[in-house]
């Protein structure tokens, strides 16, 4: 009766049109009433606590970072660097769209900017190109995906911190499927592209390459110091973003020069708000998985589940197969600070590595980003690439195919994921 009354009240409340972080909070107070056990002491401390995470402030570092890297002309450099490698293939700009998304991933943690700074660049580029717009839509839309899967990863920094799991592990697991995603959304593109008769851009000169290259050079090395920083134990995820926005204010203001003082107040004050969205729902979420644990939902939940506990296998696929559904419905951050307190303990009680299946969960919400009603990355490519969402929709499903069939692959062997994490890790 318990699990009736929070996912009642969660459903019930964001049935009403209420933000997430309120029906969250809703949904807590509701199990407050049902358990007799109604306390705002309780609730003030598990919200003020919710948010008092120091892990969670590389949350705003990193975003602090992806805006300064855009403003500060990061961004137009690696695109103009992998334009000088591949774009003169054919399909080149379609290899543009995702190389460019796998050094973006690096960079931002975040698929919305991704979608939205690749899209922006490049999306006109390849309608007067000649290339279908909805198709391109929908490869910028499943190349940004990427970017929550590859270190360092926003989601993973929640996730992380929700479960008690360790997000220096995490952002290790995420590099091969990561780097799994790129190559299946590239051998999709070459398929499609094998019977259209598009002129690819001239091939640069060595001069050209050289030049993109040694522009590029300093954007480059953010990802690498932040991954060898963290494999060496030179500094945490959240003193990594600290480096991450410092590397960006100095590459900005005094190598490429584009960002300028002035403009230092308004990417403060957008990071902070995104930032803010953020906490505020960590807090809520704090506030529900409270009350979650003391109404033994996850017990209940194991009882529902004990038939197959025993076969991990098929466990993960039945968890898979609702976190899917439930991403189609819901956005990225708050499926992973709902689901989350539910599904750890009974992964964990059911042996299953606590890092890998957060690879996988990752993974597997990412993808709801690009499926309707709310598929907020499909939504803003839409908006950059000026299509319907029915014309991306017709864009996006061979990508969306791809990803679903790695999520399957990574399922089904997982020495994929836990392998790299313990080499990277010695």
């Not at 410092?246 to 930032?275: C, E, M, N, P, W």
Request: glycine share 10%; with cysteine.
């Amino acid at each position: 009766m318990t699990l009736t009354v929070f996912v009642g009240s969660l459903l019930g409340a964001m049935a009403l049109g209420m933000p997430i972080a309120f029906a969250l909070l809703l949904s807590g107070v509701a199990l407050m009433f049902y358990l007799g056990m109604f306390d705002t002491q309780v609730l003030i401390q598990s919200l003020i606590g919710g948010a008092d995470s120091i892990s969670l402030t590389a949350i705003l570092f990193f975003i602090l970072a992806g805006e300064l890297m855009n403003a500060g002309g990061i961004s137009k450099r690696i695109v103009a660097f992998v334009m000088a490698l591949v774009g003169h293939i054919k399909g080149g700009m379609g290899y543009v769209v995702i190389l460019g998304s796998v050094f973006f991933a690096g960079l931002s943690g975040s698929a919305v900017a991704d979608t939205a700074a690749l899209g922006a660049i490049l999306i006109p580029m390849m309608v007067k190109s000649g290339y279908d717009r909805n198709q391109s839509t929908g490869l910028v839309a499943a190349s940004g995906i990427i970017a929550p899967v590859i270190p360092p990863s926003i989601p993973m920094i929640v996730f992380g911190v929700t479960a008690n799991v360790s997000i220096t592990k995490l952002f290790l697991g995420g590099i091969v499927p990561g780097i799994m995603m790129a190559v299946g959304l590239a051998a999709v593109w070459w398929l499609l592209m094998r019977k259209k008769k598009i002129e690819p851009v001239p091939r640069k000169s060595l001069k050209e390459v050289v030049s993109t290259t040694v522009q590029a050079v300093w954007a480059l090395l953010l990802p690498v110091i932040i991954i060898v920083g963290m494999r060496g134990g030179a500094f945490t995820p959240t003193e990594a973003g600290v480096v991450a926005v410092f590397y960006a204010l100095f590459v900005g203001l005094f190598i490429y020069r584009d960002l300028k003082i002035q403009h230092l107040y308004h990417l403060f004050t957008s990071a902070a708000k995104t930032t803010s969205t953020v906490m505020f729902l960590a807090a809520a979420a704090m506030v529900s998985a409270w009350f979650i644990t003391a109404a033994d939902i996850p017990s209940q939940l194991v009882g529902i589940l004990g038939p197959v506990m025993d076969n991990p296998l098929v466990l993960l696929l039945m968890i898979n197969v609702l976190v899917f559904l439930v991403g189609t419905a819901m956005d990225l951050t708050p499926t992973i600070l709902i689901l989350t307190p539910v599904l750890m303990p009974v992964v964990v009680q059911a042996g299953i590595d606590p890092v890998y299946f957060g690879i996988l969960f990752i993974i597997n919400n990412v993808i709801g980003l690009l499926t309707p009603p709310v598929g907020t990355v499909l939504n803003v490519a839409c908006g950059v690439g000026k299509t319907s969402m029915q014309g991306v929709m017709k864009g996006v499903w061979p990508f969306l195919v791809v990803h679903c069939l790695i999520l399957l692959l990574l399922i089904l062997f997982p020495q994929i994921v836990i392998q790299p994490i313990e080499f990277l890790s010695k």
